[in-house]
């Protein structure tokens, strides 16, 4: 990939976000027995409509996982896209890994956290229980990849205290501090993933697929990468891909619609709204204390973003 500059160099036409995904699953592999996800082969091979373009989809499932996928999209000396998602069963309370990235010669727009299932503000129990021993994580990388500007309370509604929300300039050494972040946070949700001890009251685990249903209707309804996706290999098999791979468990984990869970977003006909975030307050630096507090200190403007 061109572009870039600054003291760590331009990405160069050889980078590539494969190398995080081949680690990330070596290092799974380590811990647990991957098996391919039944949507693997569907998607494994799928074409796309430009002859510069690759697309590599991949999922798999584990005890403890229910699904594990990853999404790259390498466009020749163009675009580079990651999407990399981890998440437990529903015996399971655990955050779910998330790892979105899209890098174009002139920048790089990243999302890396562990997603809490349950509000850190209104449910402490669940900050304290895998965010408290985290913190450091963010403090060590609050510096090299610096808060990414203006975001809404709606789009941060998935967020944790631990996210890593930026905009880079390309270069090799940005690539470098990013690749070194995406390893330590996913190593951290892997121990978190072998230290969990499996629910048994039928309430919380109902509690969790529903939490789990409501994170999935949110992402595949307001995907940003979709109308990429769409272009690449057209919108059917764009929506297969989102409802099937990236976000399955949408058509299985519940029954509830978007607008039930987000009646906000319903337009006067009754469709949903298609931005991502409607007006409300925005946050201009990181809105949580060194102990994984939410302190926002808001405005309030409208902000598709």
Known sequence: MSGGGGDGGGLGAGFSYQKFVHVALEQTRLRTALAPHPSQEKFKF????EDNTVLNALSFSAPKIRLLRSLAIEQKNSV???DFAAFSEPEYDLPIF????FTSPARSIVVLDLNPLYGTTEHEDYREKYYRNLMPHIHKYSE???????ITGKSLRFFSPIVIWTILEPTEANHQVLYSAFMDYYKVWLELM???VQETSVE????NREAQHKYLTWRAEKD??????KKLIGECAAKDLVREVLFEGVDSLGTKPFLEYFPEYAQEDGTVNKKRSMIGKSFESRPWDAHGRFIGDATTSEYDG
Do not use: F, H, M, S
């Not at 998330?98 to 990235?101: G, L, M, P, R, V």
């Not at 090299?144 to 203006?150: D, E, H, I, Q, V």
């Not at 919380?204 to 509690?207: G, L, N, S, V």
């Open 194 to 196: 072998d230290e969990a």
């Open 224 to 229: 940003p990468g979709y109308p990429l996706l």
């Open 144 to 150: 090299l990849l610096p808060w990414g500007g203006k």
């Open 98 to 101: 998330c790892a979105n990235a």
């Open 204 to 207: 919380k685990i109902d509690r």
């Open 46 to 49: 799928i074409k796309t409509n």
């Open 80 to 82: 580079q896209v990651l």
